[in-house]
Nanobody, 127 residues
């Protein structure tokens, strides 16, 4: 069975940090560009960041630039998202995904459901 599993979400105060991790089961993560998406109630899903299959390409949506860092360890079959200086507007369910695209603007704007998706992990930012 092929799937992705996210972990690391939780409750954090504004200004705090969290590290999300995405692990693959049943396939080799290193064969894919991987991205993080988020969705909060009443809002459309948005692409947050993506990383190319070798880690050489990294993109971020403007609201998280300078605060979030994506990384991958293909030997461990994982992709992480380090989130610093969290704001209330970062609160959402975060999903990792391997979609049928290279890491680029199309990847971050992807609205479909093709590829592999995790079940999501909740990030709550509140004092």
């Amino acid at each position: 069975q092929l799937h992705l599993v996210e972990s690391g979400g939780g409750l954090v105060q504004p200004g705090g940090s969290l590290r999300l991790s995405c692990a693959a089961s049943g396939f080799t993560l290193g064969d894919y560009a991987i991205g993080w998406f988020r969705q909060s109630p009443g809002k459309e899903r948005e692409g947050v960041s993506c990383i190319g299959s070798t880690g050489g390409t990294k993109l971020y949506t403007d609201p998280v630039k300078g605060r979030f860092t994506i990384s991958r360890d293909n030997a461990k079959n994982t992709v992480d998202l380090q989130m610093n200086s969290l704001k209330s507007e970062d609160a959402a369910v975060y999903y990792c995904a391997a979609v049928p695209s290279f890491c680029g603007d199309y990847f971050l704007s992807y609205k479909g459901s093709d590829g592999y998706w995790g079940q999501g992990t909740q990030v709550t930012v509140s004092s």
